[in-house]
């Protein structure tokens, strides 16, 4: 009986220990540091974007292409319609910033977010996506987050936007580093509801 007893233990210990190596491991937490990614002030890039949101209580929706290019003094982003045609262009210098749209004059003010808010209908967060680009953001405590292909955590700023970097991919401007390539981004706001956007980068130049 003794014996029966000390395999039954036996093929128990073994028995937990084959379930604690197929379980699913936790997900890691952001890095709250700078992150070993190099951060880039002149970059050129360019991909897909889309954007759910609320107008007078409707659903509406805009998608297409994008082109994001920005040096220290300069951020350009240009938004194309799934045919190529632009559907807007948003230029920030450290002064102001311009939104120009086929067919109507340009609109100038000192604060782009608000800038785009007001002319678009729909918040486009092009002050914060000099860093949420490059997997870089400021959590809801202030302090700046690297993230990585490892966190899989949501990002929540102070601003109320909910981050997440869905998938990465290698890229040798970076040195052969990890960079973003899908970010998925939502925020509930008074004027135009639910918003939410997607990011899908597939081209990356340094400059």
Known sequence: MSNLRARFAASSIVLLALLAACASPAPRPLTQTTGPRTYRENIDISGRFSAQFQRNGKPESWSGG????????????????????????IVVDPDSATLTQSGRAPRRAA????????????????????????????????????????????????????????????????AGQDVPKRIDMERETVEAGQVQMRLVISNWQVH
Request: charged share 10%.
């Open 66 to 89: 994008f082109d994001w290019s920005q040096s220290p003094q300069l951020t350009t982003v240009t938004l194309h319609s799934p045919l190529g045609q632009t559907l807007a262009t």
């Open 111 to 174: 604060d782009v977010d608000s800038l785009a808010q007001d002319t678009l209908g729909w918040p486009l967060p092009v002050s914060n996506l000099r860093n949420w680009l490059q997997g870089y953001a400021k959590g809801a405590d202030g302090q700046m987050i690297a993230a990585t292909p490892q966190a899989t955590a949501v990002i929540t700023t102070p601003d109320g936007w909910h981050i997440r970097y869905i998938s990465w991919q290698e890229n040798n401007e970076y």
